[in-house]
């Protein structure tokens, strides 16, 4: 299954305005003049940007939220915040356009935020589409309704042309819709929020946005911490910082380290932050991802639970076949790539393809491969990392599971690597 973030902001949009992009504009061309980049060169150049750092080269975001799971037969979105507009535009390049179009409409609550995207949404209109909307709140139908009400916007709900299916839910209740399985848990939120858990046979994503935690002893956590507990990703609401949210009681939102000891002892393997407030440039919301990964490496220096921020546009293919994937990330002024699955004969040109991209994006730089996401590596997976190491200035490892040591011990290559125990541990 693929996730895909179309809005990750909370409260209100917050679209990038023109002081910072001068400021990337600025960066970029020193790094230019820096490195002595041949603007004449467009492939040169392409090949620069996409080396500079996430802050620098693209942008968080500024829609609130809107998120999608989709497989080849099902298409779920969760809520309808100001994301759901490009969304919309997406599915009309799909059989949506036609009135073919068939997806589920999951709402955690219906504040303003999560709701405000639906009387934009395109595909709304088209007859022939089908919606089944599925809220533990009762009132989310007379809320879409309501929103659209003619003293506040043009067209009415009554006049959507798509067919729309009510489900009003009961909390903790799950809800099969083909190979998916998705539960929920009351948040703690004003009005309450529900947060959802996703299961596709041994692939689970939760999206536990707009939730307080206002007592942190583990009677308080246990539920929470069940029920995200093994899952591969934990969406979470960090639109606060720790102090935030201690002196914002009652707001009903949370900060990224309190995310961080959840997802440990929930053995969450990756913590998405989500929700980022408004007021948050990219390099405050990139510093919270920081700070955050600073904190779990005081817990364990291994750094089992990966941490990302969410951010529009961000895909993430879930497969829990073990299919191979790199994701390429700048942590703390170190480029990284993030390996997933299986990495055997048949994910060796994929890696290859990667190391020689990020190679020679980032000539005389270290390159550190995190594989705290590998499942098991092949005497090929092993070729290909020696091969790697002729198309990068210096190669670190890190993170590397018990199961892929061994295979590079009995192929006696491990003195062959620069491996370091976590990603605080490489020499900057």
Same mark, same amino acid.
């Given at each position: ?14 679209? !990038? ?5 001068? %400021? ?69 390049? $799909? ?24 009387? =934009?949404? +395109? ?5 022939? #589409? /089908? ?13 879409? #309704?309501?929103? &659209? ?6 067209? %009415? =709900? ?56 206002? $007592? ?22 960090? %639109?606060?910082?720790?102090? /935030?949210?201690? !002196? ?24 998405? @932050? =989500? ?10 919301? &990139? ?14 220096? $291994? ?14 293919? =879930? ?11 700048? +942590? ?6 993030? @390996? ?5 004969? $048949? ?22 491969? #995190? &594989? ?57």
């Amino acid at each position: 299954m693929k996730l895909k973030f179309w809005g990750v902001r909370g409260s209100i949009p917050s679209p !990038i305005q023109s002081q910072p992009i001068s %400021q990337k504009i600025v960066a970029a061309l020193t790094e230019a003049g820096r490195t002595g980049v041949n603007l004449q060169n467009k492939e040169a150049v392409e090949a620069f940007v996409a080396g500079l750092p996430f802050t620098v080269n693209s942008t968080i975001g500024g829609n609130t939220t809107c998120l999608t799971l989709e497989s080849t037969d099902q298409l779920i979105i969760f809520d309808a915040g100001s994301g759901m507009r490009e969304l919309g535009r997406y599915l009309m390049t $799909r059989e949506f356009a036609e009135g073919k179009g068939r997806a589920a409409i999951f709402f955690t609550h219906t504040h303003w935020d999560h709701i405000q995207g639906f009387p =934009f949404f +395109v595909p709304a209109f088209i007859p022939g #589409n /089908e919606f089944d909307v599925y809220h533990v709140h009762p009132y989310v139908p007379d809320v879409l #309704n309501d929103q &659209m009400d003619s003293r506040v916007f043009p067209a %009415q =709900f009554a006049a959507l042309g798509a067919t729309f299916r009510f489900h009003k839910m009961d909390v903790g209740e799950t809800v099969s819709l083909g190979a998916f399985s998705i539960s929920n848990i009351e948040l703690q939120h004003p009005g309450k929020a529900y947060a959802y858990r996703v299961e596709k046979g041994e692939d689970v994503v939760v999206l536990a946005t707009d939730g307080e935690y206002k $007592r942190l002893d583990h009677p308080s956590l246990k539920q929470y911490i069940d029920f995200y507990r093994d899952a591969d990703m934990l969406i979470f609401d960090a %639109q606060f910082s720790v102090r /935030e949210s201690f !002196i914002k009681e009652d707001w009903g939102h949370s900060s990224g380290l309190i995310g961080a000891d959840i997802a440990r002892a929930a053995k969450v393997k990756r913590l998405v @932050l =989500f929700h980022h407030d408004p007021t948050s440039t990219d390099d405050e919301i &990139m510093a919270a991802l920081q700070q955050t990964r600073e904190y779990l490496t005081h817990h364990d220096r $291994r750094g089992p639970v990966m941490v990302d921020v969410a951010r529009e546009g961000w895909e993430v293919v =879930f497969n829990s076949a073990g299919d191979f994937q790199v994701e390429e990330a700048n +942590v703390d002024g170190l480029i990284c790539l993030h @390996l997933f699955g299986q990495f055997d004969a $048949r994910a060796t040109e994929t890696f290859m393809r990667s190391i020689v991209r990020v190679g020679q994006a980032h000539q005389n730089e270290t390159i550190v491969l #995190n &594989m705290a996401g590998l499942q098991e590596i092949s005497v090929a997976g092993v070729r290909a990392l020696l091969e790697a190491r002729g198309d990068v200035y210096n190669l670190a490892i890190v993170n590397v599971p018990p199961n892929v040591y061994r295979v590079m011990e009995l192929s006696g290559t491990v003195d062959f690597f620069a491996i370091y125990p976590g990603l605080s541990d490489v020499p900057h």
